[in-house]
């Protein structure tokens, strides 16, 4: 099936989906009338099919109608959601899941025999600079990896992973933005702190931290060789350095995505029990 012949069905229309939504869309990829959603609050649904331009339904008749169903719903919210789509036929759809936390086999236990992707995009993707890791059931064909592929190039990056890696790429591309946000505020406040003005400051640190990830995508060096590149002995990025390296700063970085990754293995451990009993 080409990609323009796809129906796809959004079950939860909140933020991360209409990101997707209009990533799609300005790609051109499936046309409006070929996509559906489903949301619980009547005022967001008439807000969201004026702003969109695409319609509202039902899950039963979304699961009819779709080639392909996105769950982009909260994790707690999606047991109900699940058995009741259990109770419709299914044949010849894929689902595809953005949810953190929500393994696979979760979703296989309920769905039998059903194509289950796991994708985790990032809020990045609302800039075509997304990075979207994906994990694939046991059901999944070619023709469904094409799908996703396409789909989630118009907004990025993509990388494959088996599962037992998801959670990590939660914390990394998922839950990073979040931090790597935090670090831009901080470079901006110092400047700040200096006299400069806020605006000039958050935009010198977003651009920095811009053209320092495409310079390593691009140039395809390593950050050791470029931070080489950039420091002089006794220079100004040198003193910078030692301090770097004598507060550990790597390290207790890379403390807090291990705390995103803790949390998404504990959500997936919490609702993986709810699933057995």
Request: charged share 20%.
């Amino acid at each position: 099936m080409k990609m323009n012949e796809y129906h796809v069905g959004f079950v939860g229309f909140g933020h991360m989906a209409q990101i997707l939504f209009r990533s799609v869309d300005l790609a051109k990829l499936i046309p409006r009338s070929q996509i559906l959603f489903t949301r619980r609050d009547p005022h967001k649904i008439r807000q969201s099919e004026e702003e969109y331009g695409i319609t509202a339904t039902s899950l039963k008749t979304l699961s009819e109608k779709s080639d392909v169903i996105l769950l982009c719903v909260r994790p707690a919210q999606v047991d109900p959601i699940l058995h009741e789509l259990a109770s419709f036929d299914l044949h010849g759809k894929v689902v595809i899941s953005i949810l953190a936390g929500v393994q696979i086999p979760v979703f296989e236990k309920i769905l039998i025999n059903r194509p289950i992707i796991r994708a985790m995009p990032n809020i990045l993707s609302a800039v075509t600079m997304g990075m979207t890791t994906l994990a694939y059931g046991a059901h999944v064909q070619a023709e469904h990896r094409s799908f996703v592929h396409q789909f989630f190039q118009s907004m990025g990056e993509i990388a494959e992973l088996p599962e037992k890696l998801m959670d990590l790429a939660t914390a990394l591309a998922g839950s990073g933005p979040a931090y790597i946000f935090a670090l831009i505020e901080a470079v901006a406040r110092f400047g700040v702190k200096g006299g400069m003005d806020y605006g000039i400051a958050l935009k010198m640190a977003a651009q920095t931290f811009c053209g320092a990830g495409k310079m390593l995508l691009e140039k395809g060096d390593l950050p050791e060789t470029l931070i080489q590149q950039i420091s002089t002995p006794n220079g100004v990025t040198e003193a910078g350095n030692r301090l770097f390296a004598a507060l550990e700063i790597g390290k207790r970085f890379q403390a807090v995505f291990e705390a995103a990754a803790k949390r998404a293995q504990e959500m997936a451990l919490v609702i993986g029990s709810d699933e057995g009993k």
